[in-house]
């Protein structure tokens, strides 16, 4: 049995779970030591926009599930 994918479908997947929680994280402790000026105001910004990144990220998750089930083609392999 062969699963095929679209590769744009694990590359937008991948960056949903990966990349958007780092870049959140990395965004905001830059602008907490921006603003604040301190290494425990960079980590609580970080923390916080991590939070905000996983609770915008679960609707996003879902709708990417959706349009992966539409192109996921399963095929017998002799």
Not at 17 to 39: E, N, Q, R
Not at 45 to 64: D, F, M
Request: charged share 10%.
């Amino acid at each position: 049995m062969a699963v095929t994918l679209p590769d744009r479908y694990v590359l937008v997947g991948a960056a949903l779970v990966y990349g958007l929680p780092l870049g959140a994280l990395l965004a905001g402790a830059a602008i907490g030591a921006a603003t604040f000026g301190s290494d425990w105001a960079a980590a609580a910004a970080g923390a916080a926009a991590v939070l905000l990144a996983l609770l915008a990220a679960s609707p996003l998750r879902r709708r990417l599930e959706r349009a992966t089930l539409h192109r996921l083609a399963v095929q017998l392999v002799a």
